[in-house]
């Protein structure tokens, strides 16, 4: 099953979900369509397995990125900690982004995206709101929003590219995340790093 789950991350990734077959998955895994159908019965079935489980290891990420500990550090180190793992996990399942966008994605795939930007967008308020503590609750969610949609379309160029310009794209994330978020972070109460309320 690892192996056919493999494999059509391979072709859902090339073909897109709509472009992909159950006999492309079964020659992309080296196994007979026969094979396959021991396993599954549709292409849909093979969508929705492998759904489950990039998003059972996606919950896993962010979970371990989005942290309050993450609050002690510096503005720089503290982007560097939450976003890093969180691109690391999309470049290195490219089949995670096709299985969640698109109108012929399987419904079962859509609700649980669905599911999972709402939790998204709420751990990514608690963290603001953790950050900023004294600002407005109305302005914590409006920042959170702004952040959260910005990190979605730079992570869109992020995947578009790849080698240095990967890597330059992601220096460009950071460095807007930062410029947004930088200036904010005068407000921080006294006790806050000192690192964050200097002039970079």
């Not at 396959?36 to 019965?41: D, G, R, S």
């Not at 079935?45 to 896993?60: D, K, M, P, S």
Request: with cysteine.
């Amino acid at each position: 099953m690892a192996q056919l789950l493999e494999a059509a991350a391979t072709v859902f990734t090339t073909s897109g979900y709509n472009g992909a077959s159950t006999n492309a998955i079964a020659r992309e895994a080296g196994v007979s369509p026969g094979t396959l159908y021991q396993f599954f019965p549709n292409k849909e079935a093979i969508a929705v397995e492998l759904g489950n489980r990039l998003t059972h290891r996606w919950r896993e990420t962010y979970g371990a990125a989005f942290v309050h500990s993450h609050l002690e550090l510096p503005l720089d180190r503290m982007l560097d900690a939450i976003l890093d793992p969180l691109i690391a996990f999309n470049c290195e399942n490219p089949a995670f982004a096709v299985l969640t966008h698109g109108s012929e994605i399987p419904g079962v795939i859509s609700q649980e995206h669905d599911a999972l930007h709402e939790t998204m967008l709420t751990r990514t308020e608690e963290l603001i709101s953790g950050y900023l503590p004294d600002l407005p609750a109305d302005r914590v969610t409006r920042i959170a929003d702004t952040a959260f949609v910005v990190f979605k379309s730079g992570l869109d160029l992020v995947m578009a590219h790849n080698g240095p310009e990967r890597q330059a794209y992601i220096a460009e994330l950071k460095a807007v995340m930062y410029g947004y978020l930088h200036p904010l972070a005068r407000t921080r109460p006294a006790g806050a790093t000192a690192h964050d309320t200097d002039t970079p």
